[in-house]
């Protein structure tokens, strides 16, 4: 299957709640844009797996996902929305394995793309976020 094809399988897996599935599609998805060397389209794919292998409840595999789409986007500048995107992630798996200090640092850096990008429910979830790490 094509990347552009298991992005639209794993969008429909993720709208029927099928969190699981909708992981595999994605990270499918990104291997296939990795291959046709297409890294931006390959950091956006892995980027969405990372996020559902989270709620799916497999934080290491998100957090691992995160962070090598994260390093990509350092080497590689993205758009301020996509970096805020990346880190709100990071920070989410880093928060659900236990790093809060990192988390809690990505959270800040993310707000503050967020805020560069003009997306105020970012900025808003990101203030959320640092103010209950704050108290962990």
Known sequence: MSGD?????????RRQGRLVDATALYVEAAESF??????????HALRHAAELAIKAGDSAAGLRDAQ??????????PTA?????ALRVAAMAEA???ATM??????SEARALYVDAGVADGVAE?????ATLAIA
């Open 81 to 85: 929305l996509e970096m805020a995107n």
């Open 34 to 43: 990795r291959a046709e060397r297409e890294a931006g389209r390959w950091a």
């Open 96 to 98: 659900a394995t236990g």
């Open 5 to 13: 094809d298991c992005v639209i399988e794993a969008k429909a897996a």
């Open 126 to 130: 990101a203030d959320r976020h640092v």
């Open 68 to 77: 090598a789409v994260v390093e990509y986007y350092r080497s590689s500048p």
């Open 102 to 107: 990192t988390a809690k640092q990505h959270w």
